[in-house]
């Protein structure tokens, strides 16, 4: 019903710049928050940032000041953009929605494929 496809990833230079984005397609209600999770080797899958329908957002404090998420409601997209991409950023990355798929219904989690990043030093 809901399917989240993510796209931009791949292999980045240290100090560079990074992009992804992901966009929402199927059917429903409203699509309330949209985000970014990512999960290194080893690790869990942790928060980047989110951001909501009304523009608000939040980020993990390890990215704060180097990421910034945006989103446009128009073409049902969200971005994460990092700014000096570091080794430690290395992780596939998962973009989630929240969505209520009819009125009433309890809004549910959807998540993408993900998609690697892997920075280079």
């Known amino acids: 019903q809901v399917r989240l496809v993510e796209s931009g990833g791949g292999l980045v230079q240290a100090g560079g710049s990074l992009r992804l984005s992901c966009v929402a397609s199927g059917s429903w209600f409203s699509i309330n928050t949209m985000g970014w999770y990512r999960q290194a080797p080893g690790k869990e899958r942790e928060l980047v940032g989110a951001?909501?329908?009304?523009?608000?957002?939040n980020y993990a404090d390890s990215v704060k000041g180097r990421c910034t998420i945006s989103r446009d409601n128009a073409k049902n997209t969200v971005y994460l953009e990092v700014n000096s991409p570091k080794p430690e950023d290395t992780a596939v990355y998962y973009c989630n929605t929240v969505v209520q798929l009819r009125p009433g219904y309890s809004r549910q989690n959807y998540w993408g494929q993900g998609t690697q990043v892997t920075v280079s030093s």
């Open positions: 951001i909501t329908s009304g523009g608000s957002t």
